[in-house]
């Protein structure tokens, strides 16, 4: 193993009462995906080769959400350093550097780990912390800085003096820990402190004592927001909907009003996209370049291929691909189904489950009815197929290439190509029939009003 290599520890044994929740903590999501999944994808971007998950008991649906990557029981929780003891099995022999994550702290920036690491690389350093200057420093450990700018130590706020108070410059919790000497550092931890807890903290005194060195790098407070309750929560949600909206606009998107749109972690957006105000993109979304989404739409698991048009209030599931130049307009929702080149759905309909051909015109209020209550059942419409206004399409069924539909049809059997599927009952023509029954109720209502 060579001494760059990158190990993660993510801490996440916290119940997380405060959320008054039934998932764990780290399991509640911002832009689309858990908290704890951030963190690793953040680290992952490292190349870390081994990322380790310390859960408490019971909680064994975050190791789900967590796979490739290892979680670890700690059985009880007596503290952040007995936490990241429980990942000493599953990094034996790891000699690089630990990093010492929380999967309640999911903006982390790949950048700062990154400096973090060479921070410590630079220095020599056995353990480099994670600074920041908060607002209000309360409760945060303070780093206790030695002229030289390295770090001497972390004093808890329970164990600070009224000097040692006066820091403001807090421990984040993250760290860069030299694999080869973290265990036996914190196998010297004990728990004589205010709170009777093994500090994570103490490590960097512990360090110094045996003639090796701590240092420290800074970070905005932004990045390091815990999350404890849903009003943090929706904090972190705000933070990072920033971030996505100006790395849409960096990328060549147009945002028309961009503190209306959601992104989530995985939206991709091609360059001359056009985003009206108020859409909202759920998770596995692509535009591809110069499509439009108008205002008002909300999309997951959807792609949407160059210079297609979407909305204003257009719904797309997972599974709907819009072909080039197609275009999906007001009130239409489209789910597990594929839209043909220049194909249009421009009114008030459901396409669910079915092949829309190249240039097909499905008009206003065509429903595919395409479940029967218990199966799943798809629609095939060929290429330059005409679907009359309000019509019907029952699946399985096939309209075959150039054929129409005509207008109030409900179709259940295929259309061949080039026919005319129409199902109508005939109408009548009774002459100075409306006239009479005007005249015939005007004179009802006469005598009832007398
Ligand atoms: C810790 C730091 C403090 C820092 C602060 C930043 C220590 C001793 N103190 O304090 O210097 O300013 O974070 O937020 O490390 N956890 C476990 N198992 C445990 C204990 C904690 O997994 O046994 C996890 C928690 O889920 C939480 C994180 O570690 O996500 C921090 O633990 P917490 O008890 O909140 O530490 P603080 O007292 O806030
Ligand atoms: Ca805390």
């Known amino acids: ?150 770090l001497d130590a972390i004093v808890e706020a329970k164990e600070a003096t009224p000097e040692q108070l006066e820091i403001d410059l807090c421990n984040s919790g993250v760290m860069a820990i030299d694999g080869a000497a973290m265990f036996d550092l914190l196998d010297a931890v004990g728990n004589d402190n205010a709170k009777g807890e093994y500090y994570l903290t103490d490590i960097v005194e512990i360090a110094r004592s045996r003639q090796m060195r701590g240092a420290y790098i800074e970070a905005e407070e932004a990045e390091l927001l815990g999350v404890n309750s849903r009003a943090d929560l929706a904090v972190a949600e705000s933070v990072l909907q920033g971030w996505l909206r100006e790395a849409a606009m960096a990328g060549g998107a147009t945002l028309t009003a961009p503190e209306t749109v959601f992104f989530s972690w995985d939206t991709r957006l091609g360059q001359d996209v056009i985003v009206g105000p108020h859409v909202f993109f759920g998770p596995g979304v692509t535009v591809d370049d110069t499509a439009e989404i108008r205002a008002y739409s909300h999309l997951e698991g959807a792609h949407v291929k160059s210079s297609a048009q979407v909305g204003p209030y257009a719904r797309l599931r997972p599974g709907a691909v819009l072909e080039a130049g197609s275009r999906v307009g007001n009130f239409v929702e489209i789910k597990n189904a594929v839209l043909g080149e220049g194909a249009k759905a421009n009114h008030l309909s459901y396409i669910g489950d079915a092949d829309v051909g190249a240039g097909a015109n499905i008009g206003a209020g065509t429903i595919t009815c395409n479940y029967d209550g218990y199966l799943k059942w798809r629609t095939k419409i060929g290429a330059g197929a005409f679907i009359g206004s ?56 006469k005598n009832q009003s007398k």
Not at 79 to 93: E, I, K, P, Q
């Open 1 to 150: 193993m060579s001494t760059d290599a990158v190990a993660t520890v993510i801490l996440a044994a916290g119940k997380g009462t405060r959320m008054k929740s039934a998932l764990p903590k780290v399991m509640h999501a911002i832009g689309g995906r858990p908290m704890v999944q951030h963190v690793l994808a953040t680290a992952a971007a490292l190349d870390a080769e081994k990322q380790v998950v310390v859960v408490g008991p019971d909680m064994a649906d975050v190791a789900g959400a967590v796979a490739p990557w290892d979680t670890a029981v700690q059985e009880n929780q007596l503290g952040t350093g007995d936490a990241v003891l429980a990942a000493r099995s599953l990094l034996a022999g790891f000699t690089g550097t630990v990093l010492v994550l929380y999967g309640d702290t999911p903006l982390i920036r790949t950048e700062t780990l990154r400096a973090m690491i060479a921070k410590r690389a630079e220095t020599g350093a056995a353990v480099v912390v994670l600074g920041f200057r908060p607002d209000e420093p309360g409760g945060y450990g303070r780093l206790v800085t030695a002229p030289d700018g390295s």
């Open 390 to 445: 309000n019509s019907a399409l029952v699946a399985p069924i096939t309209v075959g290439d150039g054929a129409i539909v005509g207008a109030g049809s409900t179709i259940t059997r295929d259309v061949e190509p080039d026919a005319l599927g129409v199902t109508r009952a005939d109408q009548e023509e009774i002459p100075g029939a409306a006239k009479r029954f005007r005249e015939h109720r005007a004179a009802m209502k």
